[in-house]
Nanobody
Framework: QVQLAESGGGLVQAGGSLRLSCAAS????????MGWFRQTPGKEREFVAA????????YYEDSVKGRFTISRDNAKNTVYLQMDSLKPEDTALYYC????????????????WGQGTQVTVSS
């Protein structure tokens, strides 16, 4: 069992920055990838970024490359999403997710999810 808790969302102006955090607890030794997804009412949930827990390799959705940075602190069992140059289209409910070892599917097939944190970018 893995529990995830996101924080750090808020309201910012276009061009501003936010840093999201996701703290993992429980059987954290079983985690292979941690990822961020986002969802807007009327749209499907979409992949944003992911990171391999042990090696640190990162993956990004094309629209956030160069603006968002995913990182992790293994000692704190925490993953971060630094979001810079935010745009109104980044407005969404952001979810943290964890994938167990063995699947090697960093952009899909996550088992554990946080409650979500709202990011709103005004123009």
């Amino acid at each position: 069992q893995v529990q995830l808790a996101e924080s750090g969302g808020g309201l910012v102006q276009a061009g501003g920055s936010l840093r999201l955090s996701c703290a993992a607890s429980g059987r954290t030794f079983s985690i292979d990838f941690m990822g961020w997804f986002r969802q807007t009412p009327g749209k499907e949930r979409e992949f944003v970024a992911a990171i391999n827990w042990s090696g640190g390799r990162t993956y990004y959705e094309d629209s956030v490359k160069g603006r968002f940075t995913i990182s992790r602190d293994n000692a704190k069992n925490t993953v971060y999403l630094q979001m810079d140059s935010l745009k109104p289209e980044d407005t969404a409910l952001y979810y943290c997710a964890a994938q167990p070892l063995g699947r090697n599917r960093p952009m899909s097939d996550y088992d554990y999810w946080g409650q979500g944190t709202q990011v709103t970018v005004s123009s």
